[in-house]
């Protein structure tokens, strides 16, 4: 079977899974399990949070699909299996979260749990390879996969947002991945790919259903572990730094709202109506302005990453000088911006 036909089955099918197991899922959830409005949640009435199964449900059912149709290579079946063993332990985690709301789990489990997710990976070879010192390769790792783990989950705000950055950051791994031999990046960012875009209409929709933190946990933790393998340097010595630009707005907005938090003599864990999206609210931008906004910026900083793939050392400098102008005016400028 040609690959671009496997490619193909593996969106469907992640695709399909989920758009059947929502619903479902829905009513489910419907009785008991929901996300009721209060602080900063905004919403109107309470809404299912099971959403982040449909999406783990299709993800997991493309690769299982795929695995059973073509061969993978030994060595990429090895990382697979890392991957999705901690992004289990991710989603489950996630789930007793919102099963357990409004307490919630702890914040010492929760990093305890995503410190063993991260080790999964290690394990299984899935960790930053830019130096040869392990005892600098695996603390990055770690700090790498917990923090985007965490960042998509306080991207996860305002509906649509968590979910159309997931899809702009797998949209971006999968083209960088493409002429490349990791093909268990293909096929895990595509069917991610395909899982969260049937997905997004749902947290759209007048009877909507939440990812809760099982669905903007796993987002995070997936696109973090694939974003380490993917061969960002065989054109370009300054590719294996593409990954900050791919995540570059859930990067961004994680430490935005860390400093403004702690500008303010507040713990950065606990929350506040710090984030850029309630900052922009404040202004009185519109929800779809907002989406449309953060969409726009995943989008250009994409392109950048790809163009780092494949430039030279001057051309890369000047991405990383303007890079960081930009974002330094836009904080400063987000900081005058009052949420009290």
């Known amino acids: 079977?040609?690959?671009?036909?496997?490619?193909?089955?593996?969106?469907?099918?992640a695709g399909l899974t989920t758009a059947v197991a929502l619903p479902v899922l829905r009513r489910v959830a419907a009785p008991k399990f929901l996300d009721v409005p209060g602080g900063l949640k905004k919403h109107t009435g309470s809404v299912p949070v099971l959403g982040g199964s449909g999406i783990f449900l299709?993800?997991?059912?493309?690769?299982?699909?795929?695995?059973?149709?073509?061969?993978?290579?030994s060595g990429t079946?090895?990382?697979?299996?890392?991957?999705?063993?901690?992004?289990?332990?991710?989603?489950?985690?996630?789930?007793a979260d919102d099963l357990r709301k409004p307490k919630g789990v702890s914040v010492p489990v929760k990093l305890a749990v995503q410190a063993l997710a991260a080790?999964?990976?290690?394990?299984?070879?899935?960790?930053?390879?830019?130096?040869?010192s392990r005892w600098i390769t695996w603390p990055l790792t770690f700090l790498w996969v917990v923090g985007l783990t965490n960042a998509f989950n306080l991207l996860d705000i305002m509906d649509g947002l968590c979910v159309s950055q997931a899809v702009i950051c797998t949209l971006g791994l999968a083209v960088i991945a493409l002429p490349s031999e990791y093909v268990y990046v293909n096929f895990a960012a595509l069917a991610l790919l395909g899982a969260c875009l049937a997905f997004w209409p749902f947290n759209h929709a007048r009877r909507k259903i939440f990812l809760g933190d099982s669905g903007s946990t796993f987002l995070g933790f997936m696109i973090a572990a694939l974003s380490i393998g993917t061969g960002y340097s065989e054109r370009s010595d300054w590719g294996f730094l593409a990954p900050l630009f791919i995540l570059a707005v859930p990067l961004f907005d994680t430490a935005f709202v860390s400093l403004a938090r702690m500008l303010k003599g507040k713990n950065p864990l606990k929350g506040s109506n710090d984030h850029i999206?309630?900052?922009?609210?404040?202004?009185?931008?519109?929800?779809?302005?907002i989406l449309l906004a953060f969409g726009a910026a995943g989008l250009f900083f994409n392109i950048l990453a790809f163009t780092l793939t494949h430039c030279c050392v001057q051309i890369a400098l000047a991405l990383f000088i303007f890079s960081a102008a930009a974002l330094t005016v836009i904080t400063l400028w987000l900081l005058h911006l009052k949420t009290d």
């Open 277 to 289: 999206a309630l900052r922009l609210q404040k202004l009185r931008w519109k929800p779809p302005f």
């Open 119 to 132: 080790g999964a990976l290690i394990y299984y070879d899935v960790c930053i390879h830019a130096f040869d």
């Open 1 to 13: 079977m040609k690959t671009f036909v496997l490619y193909l089955v593996c969106m469907l099918t």
């Open 58 to 73: 299709g993800t997991l059912a493309s690769l299982v699909v795929i695995r059973l149709v073509t061969a993978f290579p």
């Open 77 to 95: 079946l090895h990382n697979l299996r890392g991957i999705c063993l901690g992004g289990a332990c991710i989603f489950l985690l996630g789930l």
